[in-house]
């Protein structure tokens, strides 16, 4: 029988588009024996992980706000803390450690000293593996190891974790990249500002590409009007990932036979 992983991209409140994608998935009758998620695709798929159905994770994201999962920072590496999102994973979700997880799962972070690719799996505590996936570069202050490694946000490296997936024994991989659609709203930047945003996607958006490659199937949400921290749109996100995934999801059937 063919293993099926998830591999799920960061992308902020667009990580919604996840849950739709995974709601059709499962409808459909398709098999998820492995997640690996990065940054925003971490949160996601720790908690489809660790047992949560796609509507307890629906009404644990109505109580999000920017507000509840973030607080200032007293540290000089980032503008704000995201110990809020360990908190409310360890409130919610059914279990926090990697050992105890329904289905195998890995969050991908960034060594910041290094810059090589970090894949938390198998064991220790989701909370510390999420946060780090999550941890924003300037935004987020990094997280801290016992041993003074330092871990910032997977999509600095990996963007669409169909490497990790893939290393953790999936036959097929099924790639959900909530960033490539790329984004519309900006238009044509006139402002220093508008343009160092706007540049800074695109080189995201091709770093993301270039790890299609691993995947047998990339689901790409058309979002591209949505803006990543547009978190009270998260029924419209979740809508489009069911649109995007019902789409192909012909093409992944045959994929399984």
Known sequence: ?????????????????????????????????????????????????????????????????????????????????????????????????????????????????????????????????????????????PLVDSEGNRFVDGGVVAPVPTKAVREMGADIIIAVDVISSGADYWGSPSTLVGIIFQSALMLLQTASKHQHYHADSVIIPPISHLRPDEIGKMEEFIELGEKAALAQIDDIKRLLD
């Open 1 to 141: 029988m063919k293993k099926v992983g998830l591999a799920l991209s960061g992308g902020a409140a667009r990580g919604f588009s996840h849950l739709g994608v995974i709601k059709v998935l499962k409808e459909h009758g398709i098999p998820i024996d492995y997640i690996a998620g990065t940054s925003a695709g971490s949160f996601a798929g720790g908690a489809v992980a660790a047992g949560m159905s796609i509507e307890n994770i629906i009404e644990m994201g109505k109580k999000l706000s920017w507000y509840r999962v973030s607080k200032l920072s007293f540290s000089t590496k980032g503008l704000i803390s995201n110990a809020p999102i360990a908190k409310l994973i360890h409130d919610e979700f059914p279990f926090n450690k990697f050992e105890d997880l329904m289905i195998p799962f890995s969050a991908v972070a960034t060594n910041l000293e290094t810059g090589d690719e970090v894949v938390f799996k198998e064991k220790g505590d989701i909370g510390f593996a999420i946060c780090s996936s999550c941890a924003i570069p300037g935004i987020f202050a």
